[in-house]
């Protein structure tokens, strides 16, 4: 199956920038589409940002569009996530996820295949 690895979670001040990265070995940069996703303490995950590959399409949650910038470099078989302008509510654990399904890039029940997650702490 697909390994995906998520990188660059750390401590940042509100207003700051971070940028993580999501390694992926299995073939699963020929997947269909990639997300990223969010967890706080207590909440349900939610979709942050997603990518259909074969067309450049994104897609982003209301919460961070215009902020937060998704990416592919197929030839490191790694996705990215830029994130300026960060603010405590952003807080979470961040996911790196392949393969949706017919839900959608925003549907955490979708994807196929997950990372284990990498911490984005703003305050």
């Known amino acids: 199956h697909v390994q995906l690895v998520e990188s660059g979670g750390g401590s940042v001040r509100p207003g700051g920038s971070l940028t993580l990265s999501c390694t992926a070995s299995?073939?699963?940069?020929?997947?269909?589409?990639l997300g990223w996703f969010r967890q706080a303490p207590g909440k349900e995950r939610e979709g942050v940002a997603g990518i259909h590959t074969g067309v450049n399409s994104t897609y982003y949650s209301r919460s961070v569009k215009g902020r937060f910038t998704i990416s592919q470099d197929n030839a490191k078989n790694t996705v990215y996530l830029q994130m300026d302008g960060l603010q405590p509510e952003d807080t979470a654990m961040y996911y790196c996820?392949?393969?949706?399904?017919?839900?959608?890039?925003?549907?955490?029940?979708?994807?196929?295949?997950w990372g284990q997650g990498t911490q984005v702490t703003v305050s």
């Open positions: 299995g073939d699963a940069f020929n997947a269909n589409c």
């Open positions: 996820a392949a393969s949706c399904g017919r839900l959608g890039l925003a549907a955490v029940v979708g994807y196929k295949h």
